[in-house]
């Protein structure tokens, strides 16, 4: 029997549904696709009884697997024949679930196929044979973009990661939302494109290749970005965007590689989007924005349009050509130390008044923010200064933006690199817009790398009922290593320090060297939170001792084995860089000498900064040497690092 078109479903259910336009509905990354992260229909939500013991953990809904795509909500979906909220929500074991918003009860559940073992990601090559794969995700990885929803035609669209035949490929899901059948065959994930010496074509490779970014849907396509694992197999891992026809998922033509050479130093090329799961975004107009992380470190194989590495990318939307660019004046620093640029997303801010009306902003690890003319990004100037608005630092920044408007009528965007979730007012009188900081709130306790996400709820513009949520990183010395949400209210200020309003225990997270990106979701009086294995609900009405409890939370948390294979692993600071060594401080003040030959010659050894710190895995020699088989970076405390052996 074959599929119904899309777009005939679509306007069947148009015709029977009409209610489906409701604005409370969030269907994507951070609730719009400027990726604002802001629902201004939440009306029961406000400071006022947003506190311990009104507010607090309603309920517990046990999943397959890890999450790190953000949940999302549609409301009024018939499932058995009985209307229901449905919070959406899909797993790294490749599982959607359908889930009551209310009651928890999981509607319906769709596993989409095996997921691929981490053990299958790319390996360290010769001479580092017992080298452990990328250990910045879970122990399986399935779905890990943020998926995207049409409400018209009630599809959810969905890329899984699978085993097919022993190997990795991605597949292209459109899902009804009542059933999680396909609307359409899934489309398996394939571009090939001609490098820039018009000869050499280069083929999407699912083996070495990561799917983070959450999707968009935009101009009736669905579209998706790629990045690598750890820069590991950087000869194969490039920069994708990908897109296909929403009705038909019918790949477009114009598939963009962002990094088109044909040759670099080491054959090393990246330039890819993961921008620590921040979704694609899209201006009204159809636009496609970005932001890339690093290429080869000797940062010399910058050449727009071929290579845009560090760079916030403004692409057409059938993906043909770059528009416009802003790459940071820091760019060959930025490359020589990896300092993505790329491990924040950018964010669209809606209409402003003033000569600029079309702006944006995005951080990354230097931690400097900026604000962007989107109709004049700035493209690179070396030596600088940069060609934008404004910049100010916020901390360093596996984070993304957030924004709404206040009763004043002013915009305000929401920070959140290092520890703080910070509000800047937008202004616009003084000719080129700026950023002026009106609060911070406190340093908020959260581990791993710095920075994490927040959204933003309110009743509209109306005073005294904004509410930024976050959710921080967990500690890793805490045990289990626990997720905590803060609700934090930006108008009620003491000392330009917003108040915290509320905060619990939000779920747990046993993989603690692969960053938590959790975006909150807050809809119709209730707020999710999905980790490892579990959604949160948190709402009205709870009991402030089962808010404060672990119960249901920590039942299932299953040690993390360290990583298999011989020799030494040593974490440490650096303090001296030689030629072909490195000398670390480790925790116990023991100055040791790494010899990184091997590491370089096998492409895996990270770029070594004075202050910074390594993790190094070989063995030593007679001299107390030690011999590197690789070098990652670690994180930047020592109370972060794992056991030396």
Known sequence: MKSVPIWIVAVALWLAQPAFADPSAVTTYHYDNLRTGWNANETVLTPANVRRGSFGRLGVVTLDEQVDAQPLYVPGVTIGGTAHNVVYVATEGNTVYAIDAESGAVLNSRKLGQPVSKAATPLAPSPAPAMTTCRNSGDRIGIAGTPVIDTASQ????VAYMLERKKPVYRLYALALDTLADRVSPALVAATQTLNDNTTSFSFDASSTRQRAGLALANGNVYAAFTSFCDYSADKARGWVLGWQANTLTPLTGGRLLNSRATAPKNYFLTTVWMSGSGIAADDSGNLFFVTGNSASDGTTYSPPDNLPQSVVKLSGELTTVRDYFTPFTMPTLEKQDQDFGSGGVMLLPAQSGAMPNLATAAGK???????????????????????????????????????????????????????????????????????????????????????????????????????????????????????????????????QSATLFSAMAGTWPHTFANTNTVPLVANGRVYVASYKKLVMFGLGASP???????????????????????????????????????????????????????????????????????????????????????MRAKPSPDLWEADR
């Not at 600088?384 to 933006?401: H, K, L, M, N, Y």
């Not at 609060?439 to 994490?452: E, R, Y």
């Open 155 to 158: 599809t959810l669209y969905a």
């Open 366 to 496: 230097a931690g400097t923010l900026y604000l962007m003319n989107r109709d004049s990004m700035g493209h690179y100037v070396s030596g600088g200064p940069d060609a934008v608005p404004f910049s100010t630092q916020i901390g360093r920044c596996w984070c993304g933006q957030s924004y709404y408007q206040g009763a004043d009528g002013v915009g305000r965007v929401i920070s959140s690199g290092g520890s703080v979730a910070a509000v800047w007012k937008i202004a616009t009188d003084g000719g080129q817009p700026s950023l002026v900081k009106e609060s911070g709130s406190s340093a908020l306790p959260t581990g791993q790398d710095s920075g994490f996400f927040t959204t933003v709820s309110s009743n509209g513009t109306q005073a005294n009922s904004q509410i930024v949520w976050a959710v921080t990183r967990p500690v890793r010395n805490s045990k289990p290593p626990l997720m905590y949400l803060y609700a934090i209210d930006p108008s009620s200020l003491s000392g330009g």
């Open 545 to 631: 001792a089962k808010t404060a409890s672990l119960a249901g939370l920590a039942d299932d948390v299953e040690p993390v084995e360290a990583d298999a294979g011989t020799g030494h692993v040593l974490y440490g600071t650096v303090v001296g860089i030689g030629t072909v060594s490195v000398k670390l401080r480790t925790r116990a003040k023991k100055l040791v000498t790494v010899d990184t030959r091997a590491a370089e010659a096998a492409h895996l050894a990270a770029r070594p900064v004075v202050g910074g710190a390594l993790m190094v895995r070989g063995d030593y020699d007679a001299r107390g040497v030690l011999k590197a088989e690789s070098t």
